[in-house]
């Protein structure tokens, strides 16, 4: 059975870190593009980023420049390394995997990430 298990969230103060691990079990990973989304109280579902098999990335653009997402093959997990954080990163974040052919998706339990002072 696929499981993503998500680890990393909590609160922090605007401008700090977070990083969140994805672990995938039961998953030929290198046939998935794998990712982070996100979702805030009140607002639809938006993708965060993504990193294919190959290491080609692709960030929505208000994270460009603060987020940062890598793959460990071997630990078949997905990471996203938050700096400078702000206030409206506050949300829930899911991390993803999608197959490159057939599309079927899975999902994270999802992780909560508070930025407050």
């Known amino acids: 059975q696929v499981q993503l298990v998500e680890s990393g969230g909590g609160v922090v103060q605007p401008g700090g870190s977070l990083r969140l691990s994805c672990e995938a079990f039961?998953?030929?990973?290198?046939?998935?593009?794998v990712g982070w989304y996100r979702q805030a109280a009140g607002k639809e579902r938006e993708l965060v980023a993504t990193?294919?098999?190959?290491?080609?990335?692709n960030y929505e653009d208000s994270v460009k420049g603060r987020f940062t997402i890598s793959r460990d093959h071997a630990k078949k997990t997905v990471y996203l390394q938050m700096n400078s954080l702000k206030v409206e990163d506050t949300a829930v974040y899911y991390c993803?995997?999608?197959?490159?052919?057939?599309?079927?998706?899975?999902w994270g339990q999802g992780t909560q990430v508070t930025v407050s002072s």
């Open positions: 990193v294919t098999d190959g290491g080609g990335t």
């Open positions: 993803y995997a999608m197959h490159i052919v057939g599309r079927e998706t899975y």
């Open positions: 039961d998953l030929i990973y290198a046939y998935y593009v």
